[in-house]
Nanobody, 121 residues
Framework: QVQLQESGPGLVKSSQTLSLTCTVS??????????WSWIRQPPGKGLEWIGY???????YYSPSLKSRASISRDTSKNQFTLQLNSVTPGDTAVYYC?????????????WGQGTQVTVSS
């Protein structure tokens, strides 16, 4: 059973870079056909998909965040990381990592518990 755990600072200042890591256990991030995604949920709003890194290492981002988001991976640690540049208070949200063989919030079978990130002005 795949388990995911997010980690990173809970408070980031405006204009700085948000960096979060997702540690995967119970399975390898290089397992064929898996997509490893980042999703967020701002207060009072719905879930927003940010992007993914595939088992092959390729990445894809939401068009609305593409200019600021970067997802990378460390296969030796079985981790993948989100960096979001030039953050504003509008980036305050609970951030989740998730994985499955299909892309889509409705399809992700494995989720982390989520981590709150607050961007101070």
């Amino acid at each position: 059973q795949v388990q995911l755990q997010e980690s990173g600072p809970g408070l980031v200042k405006s204009s700085q870079t948000l960096s979060l890591t997702c540690t995967v256990s119970g399975g390898s991030i290089t397992t064929n056909y898996y997509y490893w995604s980042w999703i967020r949920q701002p207060p009072g709003k719905g879930l927003e998909w940010i992007g993914y890194v595939r088992y092959s290492g390729s990445t894809y981002y939401s068009p609305s965040l593409k200019s600021r988001a970067s997802i990378s991976r460390d296969t030796s640690k079985n981790q993948f990381t989100l960096q979001l540049n030039s953050v504003t208070p509008g980036d305050t949200a609970v951030y989740y990592c998730a994985g499955d063989t299909r892309v889509g919030i409705e399809y992700f079978g494995a989720w982390g518990q989520g981590t709150q990130v607050t961007v101070s002005s």
